[in-house]
């Protein structure tokens, strides 16, 4: 199986700035990165797929970056809504994997 | 609109089966594979299998191979996930989700909140 691993875990952070989340896979999954979005009590949202492609209904203030084994999830100017969990999600293969999840929190 | 909507809470006792229901509207049932991933209370999202809306078949997780089987029923365009000798680990949020051609999931149940006690 491949091991989706995120960092930080959990961070703080102001509106307005800007938030970097990173993912690495235990082996290569090409594009096949997904980003998603979570709130207390609601399933996870859509947010980016194929590594870089932003879903459609998200803000453009969400970007993704990466391939092989490296992700990146940009979030510039941080909104009050974006207080959230975030997951990446591999689609490379079965099983299908996700990352533990950052917390993005209030400062 | 299209959705997915998902039967409601259930509480079991160890040792019993559930089975839990997605019912997919206002797109093509048959156009969509369709995952289920579960969220135990306070932890991640963890992957359990994938069904073929067309064809039928299915693959799962090996974590749980051998108590968990996924069905679809074409007329009503619906899917079921049936997990058999429940645990108190077994305790989470159960979500359907539909998978995108680029494999990311657009579409997601509610979640059946699932009790083993």
């Known amino acids: 199986d491949i091991q989706m691993t995120q960092s930080p875990s959990s961070l703080s952070a102001s509106v307005g700035d800007t938030v970097t989340i990173t993912c690495r896979a235990s082996?290569?999954?090409?594009?096949?990165l997904n980003w998603y979005q979570q709130k207390p009590g609601k399933a996870p949202n859509l947010l980016i797929y194929g590594a870089s492609s932003l879903q459609s209904g998200v803000p453009s203030r969400f970007s993704g970056s990466g391939s092989g084994t490296d992700f990146t999830l940009t979030i510039s100017s941080l909104q009050p809504e974006d207080f959230a969990t975030y997951f990446c999600?591999?689609?490379?293969?079965?099983?299908?994997?996700f990352g533990q999840g950052t917390k993005v929190d209030i400062k | 609109q299209v959705q997915l909507v998902q039967s409601g809470a259930e509480v079991k006792k160890p040792g019993a089966s559930v089975k839990v229901s997605c019912k997919a509207s206002?797109?093509?049932?048959?156009?969509?594979?369709i995952h289920w991933v579960r969220q135990a209370p306070g932890q991640g999202l963890e992957w359990m299998g994938i069904?073929?809306?067309?064809?039928?078949?299915?693959s799962y997780a090996q974590k749980f191979q051998g108590r968990v089987s996924m069905t679809r029923d074409t007329s009503t365009s619906t899917v079921y996930m049936e997990l058999s000798s429940l645990r108190s680990d077994d305790t989470a949020v159960y979500h359907c989700?539909?998978?995108?051609?680029?494999?990311?999931?657009?579409?997601w149940g509610q979640g059946t909140m699932v009790t083993v006690s």
């Open positions: 082996q290569s999954v090409s594009g096949f």
């Open positions: 989700a539909r998978a995108l051609s680029l494999g990311g999931f657009d579409i």
């Open positions: 206002g797109y093509n049932f048959t156009t969509f594979y």
């Open positions: 069904i073929n809306p067309s064809g039928g078949s299915s």
């Open positions: 999600q591999q689609t490379f293969n079965l099983p299908r994997t």
